[in-house]
């Protein structure tokens, strides 16, 4: 009986493999980046919206830069959360696409406002008056999106 050998097939499905990881891989890197993109929304108190502004996705390295809030809508009630939310998650849609073009880059979601680390820690507007969480908007996101990974 003559061999024949299936090691053609075989090898056409171990070339399907990379790209799958690929897809499966980018995937994940969406479902964090976009936990971690609405932890921080939601945690972050609006006042002016620069906070809210300055949320910005980029790849390869942090952004250093800091944006004007739009002054669209009401300081009172957080009015201007929404403009400013819009604005920054513009940078979200454009690391999307990358994601998927290439998962196994270096993402990163920074906030050059100059007042970030005082809004973090709780100190603004004041100690007594912050409606920042314990634990910051960054801090607390990052906890819980860690503790989520499986």
Not at 47 to 55: D, E, F
Not at 117 to 130: F, I, K, N, V
Request: with cysteine; glycine share 8%; aromatic share 8%.
């Amino acid at each position: 009986m003559p061999y024949t050998s299936n090691i053609e097939s075989v090898c056409e499905r171990m070339e399907r493999i990379p790209a799958r990881i690929e897809t499966i891989v980018a995937g994940q890197v969406l479902k964090i980046v976009y936990a971690i993109d609405v932890g921080v929304h939601e945690k972050t108190p609006v006042w002016s919206g620069r906070a809210i502004r300055n949320m910005i996705w980029s790849e390869g390295t942090p952004n250093r830069t800091e944006f004007e809030e739009i002054k669209s809508g009401n300081v009172e009630n957080e009015g201007r959360r929404s403009a400013n939310a819009a604005a920054a998650r513009q940078t979200l849609n454009t690391i999307v696409g990358r994601i998927k073009r290439n998962p196994f880059g270096a993402f990163y979601l920074s906030n050059a406002a100059k007042h970030i680390y005082e809004l973090e820690t709780g100190q603004l507007p004041s100690p007594e008056r912050s409606r920042v969480p314990p634990g910051g908007m960054f801090g607390l996101t990052y906890a819980q999106v860690r503790a989520g990974i499986t």
